[in-house]
């Protein structure tokens, strides 16, 4: 599976953005989606999932209630929707894809990565 992420940019804080991420060669609804980020000079850390059926999602909590991932299967994309953004939201996002069943947040249950997109927040 190859994954396209994109979308990002720079932004004012409490703005809004929405990434995208275009999943190719594989069975698309298969798999979970998630998004991770990566700040400069910090880890790699998991923002949110969403299940192979876009029934159920989980995401991290210092943008619960911010963010919101979905999916359309018809159309091979995953999304994030980023609201009320923080200068702390700035990084690289990565999107993933896992072929479980369920909603891993750990970087080591995902099998497929996209090159990242970066979003940068002013203040």
């Known amino acids: 599976v190859q994954l396209q992420a994109s979308g990002g940019g720079l932004v004012q804080a409490g703005d809004s953005l929405r990434l995208s991420c275009a999943a190719s060669?594989?069975?698309?609804?298969?798999?979970?989606m998630g998004w991770f980020r990566q700040a400069p000079g910090k880890e790699r850390e998991f923002v949110a999932v969403v299940r192979w059926d876009g029934v159920m999602t989980d995401y991290a909590d210092s943008v619960k209630g911010r963010f919101t991932i979905s999916r359309d299967n018809a159309k091979n994309t995953a999304y994030l929707q980023m609201n009320s953004l923080k200068p702390e939201d700035t990084a690289v996002y990565y999107c993933?894809?896992?072929?479980?069943?369920?909603?891993?947040?750990?970087?080591?249950?995902?099998?497929?990565w996209g090159q990242g997109t970066l979003v940068t927040v002013s203040s």
């Open positions: 060669g594989g069975t698309f609804s298969r798999y979970g």
């Open positions: 993933a894809a896992d072929r479980s069943f369920g909603l891993p947040t750990t970087i080591r249950e995902y099998d497929y």
